[in-house]
DNA sequence: TTATGTGGGACGGATAACGTCCAGCAGATA
DNA sequence: TATCTGCTGGACGTTATCCGTCCCACATAA
């Protein structure tokens, strides 16, 4: 905290983002020599149009010349890199973490927020505003999001801000009751987030330790199985992961459970199913609301989840191999990428 | 040189408007505790819906919260102030230099570059690039522009650039021959910034120490008598701003001249003319071109000179009364406030 | 010569920004 | 209690900007 990059991503995050891309530019142009824009386009990801606004400018900034045979770096563009190289890794070290992970999982996109949420509650805050922000980015009008339990969900919720964006959105529990304090409860978060973004909710009320008998009457009736129906063809399912045991103390589980749990090498714990290192389901908890098969088929599954200590837990369940975002933190992506080598 | 702002100044120009702003703002809201958006939008002098904008993004970043009675500060907000402050200053000296210049001449815009053009030839081309970058903020298709001879007029036309903007622009001597240096004389810096820029120009070929016969016969001819028509009514003049004594040396003016200068306590020399400090005309050397009268009847006139030495003069020049953008260096632009108390 | 690269100009459609107006709400005031 | 004021957030049409696309003149190499 306190350096003038870090202030900047507070307080101009898009700016940050041009800075990346400037910088990025102006290195390649500095590593080719002299290379055209087509060319140049074509290695920095860009399209032609929009290289060629930002090449205008550093143009205009002095810090590249042009000639008919290319642009070139400019003496001024030299020492301003050169200037920048301590702060650029500062920048970009995040990014990088990201994609690694993004491209070793097959991921959609990876968010990675600075610092260790196991530590630091500030981490844990930015890590809930960037899954906010990542649902956000993706929801459409009358999206129905199906929702998990845990605290990183719940801050989630807490982040979450009115906008047009959720009109019309339908925010279900993803499972019933799985044992958790109430306000860590997939319930009760899909409330929060309701409530905070102007969207609407059901809830999925199915008590814990039933009777199979119970169980099997209650999920037979109408109301309970329609919203059940509706929970599973979710286009967006948002969920934290959780180490296996903890998660299983947490909810008071039993004790030939856990016992079992620990002897099938349980890691890993997200949606109400516990997976062992290689990503496979070693356990899981009989409640009601989406099934396996279900997040196979899910158009978007969003795990959220930081924190050193979570790193192998976030692994095993990336290896299950059917999340599309991930928001994690520096501490957990390190970690992640420990695990792979 | 090297610190964080001075390289993101380069790289990102727009940063350092965007990031004043959002400061400002945050700033107010803080010292006001809770203030609504239209008592806000007023006290930092922007219409509603652009501080809106500005608004929404702070309040997603968590730097500022809202309730039905207004914005306040968040608690991420107040430690983000309170580590920007060191940066700040250094963000703000400059537009605040510029514009206690500004208000106390009566000017349309004052632009400052840090530095001291006398030490630093890195100052000087910062200053000639800002003097370019002005011309092609205020140029309009088919401009008549005027330019004087000098150094930083020089340095002006070596950082103009191709634009559009200029497509169409004609670029006049203001002045005839001012025995100067050739490649500093009026004459040469208009073709050089047509050259660069795609515009147009043509060339006022008055020899220096004429006699008083040949000048008048000069100035009949048809097509001198249309041109300097043409520079009469040109839109846009822009200058440079020397010490009176310094010029006088350079151009070789007869040492009776230079007595009766020094006697009427000549200060600065500005497009031919001579100021003493109270502003007023004391001598101006015999050539052909825009008269005092053109001056003040000109849209815009643009002064562009650096250097702590030049601060008497650039001050002297202003009293004047007929300028409308100064394009300045720190070093003198601390001087011109230094004389103003 | 031809082929392939270069920067720069031009232009229309998409998109984001902005001015403007209004609804709904909460607290203050009469 | 009723009214009023100032607040946020939504809505919408207009404007300005960005960006995709296509083209041209030119330089260079084959």
């Keep these: 905290m306190g350096s003038l990059l870090e202030l900047q991503k507070q307080l101009l995050p898009e700016l940050m983002d041009v800075m990346k891309k400037r910088y990025t530019i102006l290195h390649h142009i500095k590593l080719n020599g002299t290379v055209g824009r087509r060319t140049l386009a074509h290695s920095v990801h860009m399209t032609e149009r929009m290289l060629r606004s930002e090449v205008d400018i550093l143009k205009q900034q002095g810090l590249l010349d042009t000639n008919s045979s290319g642009m070139h770096i400019s003496i001024a563009g030299e020492e301003l890199l050169e200037g920048l190289e ?11 973490l990201a994609e690694r992970i993004r491209s070793h999982f097959g991921l959609k996109e990876v968010i990675i927020v ?69 306000e860590l409860q997939a319930n009760s978060i899909a409330s929060t987030m309701a409530k905070r973004t102007g969207g609407q909710y059901r809830l999925l009320h199915v008590p814990d330790h039933l009777s199979e008998e119970a169980y099997q009457s209650l999920i037979q009736e109408p109301n309970i199985r329609e919203l059940i129906a509706i929970i599973r063809k979710a286009r967006i399912v948002v969920h934290g992961i959780g180490d296996a045991m903890v998660m299983a103390t947490r909810r008071n589980v039993d004790v030939s459970v856990k016992d079992s749990l620990a002897q099938e090498g349980a890691l890993a714990e997200a949606f109400g199913y516990y997976f062992d290192n290689s990503g496979s389901v070693v356990h899981n908890i009989p409640t009601v609301g989406l099934r396996l098969e279900d997040i196979r088929e899910t158009e978007l599954v969003i795990g959220v989840a930081g924190g050193r200590s979570k790193g192998e837990a976030i692994a095993a369940v990336l290896r299950f191999g059917h999340e599309d975002i991930l928001v994690t933190d520096e501490a957990a992506a390190e970690q992640i990428l420990n695990y792979l080598s």
Tied chains: 1, 2.
Excluded: C
């Design 86 to 96: 301590p702060y650029i890794r500062e920048l970009f070290d995040l990014t990088d």
């Design 114 to 182: 600075p610092g260790n949420s196991d530590d630091s509650i500030l981490a844990k805050k930015e890590l809930g505003r960037a899954g906010a922000a990542a649902l956000r980015k993706v929801v459409q009008p009358n999206d129905v999001i199906a929702v998990a339990g845990g605290s990183t969900m719940a801050g989630i919720a807490d982040s979450l801000i009115a906008s047009a964006a959720f009109r019309g959105t339908w925010f279900l529990p993803a499972r019933g009751g799985l044992g958790e304090h109430v």
